[in-house]
């Protein structure tokens, strides 16, 4: 097993590409601890981590608040005594209305979310692993920090800082054997998309899924599972010496020598 003993901690794990990743991690070995604000949901999960016959911690964190993050991290060392890898994968779209008609309040809630999550669990967890001498942490950016679909500036610019602060991260935390990467997910058929398509029929969903899918060079849309295998070579040893690495994953996005394909069908 890929993953075996090891402790992963994985925020946003409730549904979704969190769920998958966490159910991939404990089919490899690895203990799971789920942080997201939903409870119920991230229950559900931990149920079927349990199926794989490995251990599992759910825990309810609101994580824009920085002490229910340090809480959090606390639950997960008391439980299992170390914290082996961490995935930041909580993020997504808030308000995001054109920028002359942005608040402030919009501005700043997409980067707690997108970015200022990522730097609090950070701040928590690397002491641990710094102790240790071992880590992996994976940060989820998005293919709009690089090539944005869509006019979405205060979501756009926070996932491009997450590029960034991987960067940094990398190079401070290379001494200590703890690598950093960063995932840049494509359109993929996942809970992030829940809201802007809650009211289309199931077949109307089908079809917005497969015009998205249409749009990348490989002709389909990402599922949660093509992400969480990604997410598993960079928490394991195959990936041992890569480390500040920007990984695409979205079926050949971006695409440099087209245009930025858009994300919504025409009406």
Partial sequence: ???????????????????????????????????????KEANDTIAEVSKTGKEGLAIQCDVTDGNQIRDTVDKVIKKFGKIDIL??????????????????????????LNLKSHFLFSKYVVPHMKKRKYGKIINFSSIGAVQPPAHAINYNTAKAGVIGFTLDLATALAPFNINVNVILPGPARTSFYDKSIASMPEAEKDKFFSFLGNKTPMQRIGTPEDLAGAALFLASELSAWITGETLHVAGGLPSLLAPAPPMMPPK
């Fill in 1 to 39: 097993m890929l993953l075996s003993d090891r402790v992963a901690l994985i925020t946003g794990g409730a549904r979704g590409m969190g769920r998958s990743m966490a159910i991939k991690f404990a089919e490899e070995g690895c203990s799971v601890a789920v942080a997201d604000i939903s409870i």
């Fill in 87 to 112: 995935v930041n994968n909580v993020g997504g779209i808030t308000a995001s209305p054109p920028i002359e008609d942005m608040s402030e309040e919009d501005w700043d809630r997409a980067f707690a």
